[in-house]
């Protein structure tokens, strides 16, 4: 118990410690290390573009934020586990069935891992994955349309936290379980977790062509914490890393109970040998209940479907397939440098970083030197796989980048700075403090072979002082560094949306020449779009009504509707017949339960009202799209639900 108090004592003093304190000519060039000074280097005269997209994760807002680097520039803001009343995400019944999950339809999640795809193991800026921790979801952005395109939901995950990360060519994205739970989810008591709760790490599919993605396999692991991942490139492609906590496998009081062991473990796992055993059939079906939704860029609309079974690899029964890297003490960030040479754990409660060597790695397997295993799984011994350590850089290490030039970053939690340490001698070079308590920091290309090494973004848990107040809850916000000289440089500070953690970046000429402008009307798909005014109808079902309406500027047809009752249930399918890049249109409906709708050019949008009340009920265009937008407007009329009235409809009749 002594032992206990002394622990907590020594948490509460470092939590005292936190709390103190292509067109390409377009795009903006950095002036390089004579640059005059920080205003200039981060300034984007007005016109010019910025020279990197950051995607940086909404935390607790389920969202992810598009931002332009040096500038800081907010872009757009994507609703991906979210409801969103801009964007009408979630609100309207196209989008609805992206947030359905085994648990009902969830409009809400934590969002922390952006990851961009990557072909040959540099970032092709084709699609944004992040993860959902909180109902396990792994998203799929587009970055043609910059939207949201695909959810899996994880089965025998909980808490999906060493999530979403790319293998060199897209192959799988990789989620991990943070918590480990009953595989398969059972009622037992909660004391009896140690041996009998299990985690899982998940292996889904990326179609090269489409980016379709299917949950291939999942690998049953011990009852540990999966924190964080990052996969192999060059030449330790084929394997993934995972850092661990709770190797203790406790189940309460866990600041305390889960930092007992002097070392946890970085989990390696072979996934080629996955591969291999799935094919001489060493897999099993289990049954699993997880969602699957797509959103079709045909019809505009998206399709839930729900999921019963997953193939599962018991890593405690497949030779060769995990091996364990003993990492002091309790690692968060796991990181594998360029090369995939080093994989770096930071170690929470450790003064020093511990560096792997992946070719160490190798060899110990090969003359099988092993100190004992964990559930069949066997654990290598900690000097024979050790590249190096970094002595003293720092407290509280969470995370690591490299610029590719042979130098890594670390962020400090606790001292709240970046630190920059050399590959290969492990010598602390330069560090800056972040305001305040840094988590993830990110460098664009960062996770890949080839990192655009210009600038770091520190993403920081706490503000303070740094901007006005905005009362007890102040924004959190980034911090970008230039490290293209020998020492770092602040630049900019610039709030961010939600909490971020991870942040992915990419050369904005990679991304912006793939944009699209707008959704060609011959290709519209939706089934209730109509692509002329002559088409536009309103048709009666019992008590639903469907509207075929369309949008153009400056009308909507039709824009009077007669012969709707109280108690109908009345859809309005709106097209915007314009073919314009820029030119939405919006549309809402006074008393309707939704979000407005604003609908892209040729695209088709749905939204349900409800009238409640007879009267005669305007409805208007919400976006200013022209010079006649205040025009933009049309009325239904609401009649009691007894009336006989016939359906009608009109434009510019009177
Ligand atoms: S975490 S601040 Cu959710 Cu990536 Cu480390
Ligand atoms: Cu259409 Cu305003």
Same mark, same amino acid.
């Given at each position: 118990m002594k032992k206990i108090i002394h622990l907590i004592t020594a948490f509460a003093f470092l939590g005292m410690l936190i709390s103190c304190g292509n067109n390409s000519q377009n795009i903006k060039k950095k002036q390089g290390a004579l640059g005059s000074n920080a205003a200039e280097k981060v300034y984007v005269a007005p016109g010019e573009y910025d020279e990197y997209y950051a995607f940086i994760s909404g935390g607790f807002s389920g969202q992810l934020s598009v931002y332009g680097l040096p500038s800081g520039r907010l872009f757009k803001v994507i609703p991906v586990f979210s409801q969103d009343a801009e964007k009408a995400w979630g609100y309207n019944e196209e989008t609805k069935p992206m947030l359905n999950t085994s648990h009902g339809f969830v409009p809400w999640d934590d969002a922390h891992h952006p990851d961009i795809s990557q072909t040959n193991g540099v970032v092709d800026g084709r699609w944004v994955f992040i993860n959902g921790n909180n109902t396990p979801r792994i998203a799929k952005i587009d970055l043609t349309t910059f939207e949201t395109t695909e959810i899996i939901e994880i089965p025998n995950s909980a808490g999906n936290h060493s999530s979403s990360f790319v293998t060199e060519n897209t192959e799988y994205v990789v989620a991990g379980t943070r918590f480990s739970v009953p595989i398969p989810q059972r009622d037992m008591p909660i004391k009896e977790y140690k041996g009998n709760f299990k985690g899982s790490l998940s292996f889904i599919s990326v179609d090269p062509e489409d980016g379709g993605m299917d949950l291939k396999f999942q690998i049953m692991m011990p009852g540990f914490d999966y924190d964080l991942a990052h996969p192999g490139r060059g030449a330790s492609h084929g394997w993934f890393f995972f850092s661990t906590y709770n190797t203790e496998e406790a189940s309460t009081?866990? %600041?305390?109970?889960?930092?007992?062991?002097?070392?946890?473990?970085?989990?390696? !796992?072979?996934?080629?040998? &996955?591969?291999?055993?799935?094919?001489?059939?060493?897999?099993?079906?289990?049954? +699993?209940?997880?969602?699957?939704?797509?959103?079709? %860029?045909? *019809?505009?609309?998206?399709?839930?479907?729900?999921?019963?079974?997953?193939?599962?690899?018991?890593?405690?029964?497949?030779?060769? $397939?995990?091996?364990?890297?003993? @990492?002091?003490?309790?690692?968060?960030?796991? /990181?594998?440098?360029?090369?995939?040479?080093?994989?770096?754990?930071?170690?929470?409660?450790?003064?020093?970083?511990?560096?792997?060597?992946? @070719?160490?790695? $190798?060899? +110990?397997?090969?003359?099988?030197?092993?100190?004992?295993?964990?559930?069949?799984?066997?654990?290598? =011994?900690?000097? /024979?796989?050790? &590249?190096?350590?970094? /002595?003293?850089?720092?407290?509280?290490?969470?995370?690591? %980048?490299?610029?590719?030039?042979?130098?890594?970053? *670390? @962020?400090?939690? #606790?001292?709240?700075?970046?630190?920059?340490?050399?590959?290969?001698?492990?010598?602390? !070079?330069?560090?800056?403090p972040c305001y305040y308590s840094v988590g993830h920091l990110m460098i664009p290309g960062g996770n890949s072979r080839e990192p655009f090494g210009d600038y770091v973004l520190a993403m920081n848990k706490i503000t303070k002082d740094r901007y006005l107040p905005t009362g007890p809850e102040v924004t959190q916000s980034a911090q970008l560094y230039d490290i293209s000289g020998d020492k770092m440089e602040l630049l900019l500070d610039f709030p961010t949306i939600g909490e971020p953690h991870y942040a992915a970046g990419i050369r904005a000429d990679i991304v912006m020449k793939n944009s699209k402008k707008i959704y060609k009307l011959e290709e519209n798909e939706?089934?209730?779009?109509?692509? @002329?005014?002559?088409? *536009?109808?309103?048709?009666?079902?019992?008590?639903? !009504?469907?509207?075929?309406? *369309?949008? #153009?500027?400056?009308?909507?047809?039709?824009?009077?509707? %007669?012969? #709707? =009752?109280?108690?109908?249930?009345?859809?309005?399918?709106?097209t915007n017949l314009e073919q314009d890049y820029d030119v939405p249109h919006g549309i809402s409906m006074i008393g309707a339960n939704t979000s407005e709708l604003l609908i892209m050019p040729g695209q088709t949008e749905t939204f349900l009202w409800e009238p409640k009340q007879v009267g005669v009920w305007p409805f208007y265009c919400t976006d200013f799209c022209s010079a006649l937008h205040q025009e933009m407007q049309g009325y239904v009329r609401v009649s009691p639900a007894s009336s006989t009235l016939p359906l009608s409809w009109s434009l510019g009749e009177d």
């Open positions: 009081l866990m %600041e305390v109970n889960a930092s007992q062991n002097d070392k946890d473990f970085i989990a390696a !796992v072979n996934w080629k040998k &996955a591969e291999e055993y799935i094919k001489a059939g060493k897999g099993k079906m289990m049954p +699993a209940k997880y969602a699957h939704n797509v959103y079709n %860029e045909k *019809t505009h609309t998206a399709t839930s479907t729900m999921k019963d079974e997953v193939l599962m690899l018991d890593a405690s029964e497949l030779p060769g $397939l995990v091996y364990l890297l003993p @990492t002091p003490k309790s690692p968060h960030g796991c /990181d594998v440098d360029p090369s995939g040479e080093y994989i770096v754990g930071n170690g929470k409660l450790s003064a020093n970083l511990t560096i792997h060597s992946f @070719t160490k790695m $190798l060899a +110990a397997i090969e003359a099988k030197k092993f100190d004992g295993e964990a559930y069949g799984i066997p654990i290598l =011994k900690f000097e /024979d796989v050790l &590249a190096g350590v970094v /002595d003293q850089a720092g407290l509280g290490p969470l995370h690591t %980048e490299f610029d590719g030039k042979g130098n890594a970053y *670390t @962020t400090f939690f #606790i001292s709240s700075e970046v630190v920059k340490w050399k590959l290969g001698t492990w010598e602390v !070079v330069d560090r800056q939706h089934p209730f779009a109509v692509k @002329t005014e002559a088409d *536009t109808k309103v048709v009666r079902d019992g008590n639903v !009504v469907h509207v075929y309406m *369309t949008m #153009i500027r400056s009308h909507f047809a039709p824009d009077n509707i %007669e012969g #709707i =009752k109280v108690g109908d249930k009345v859809y309005f399918h709106v």
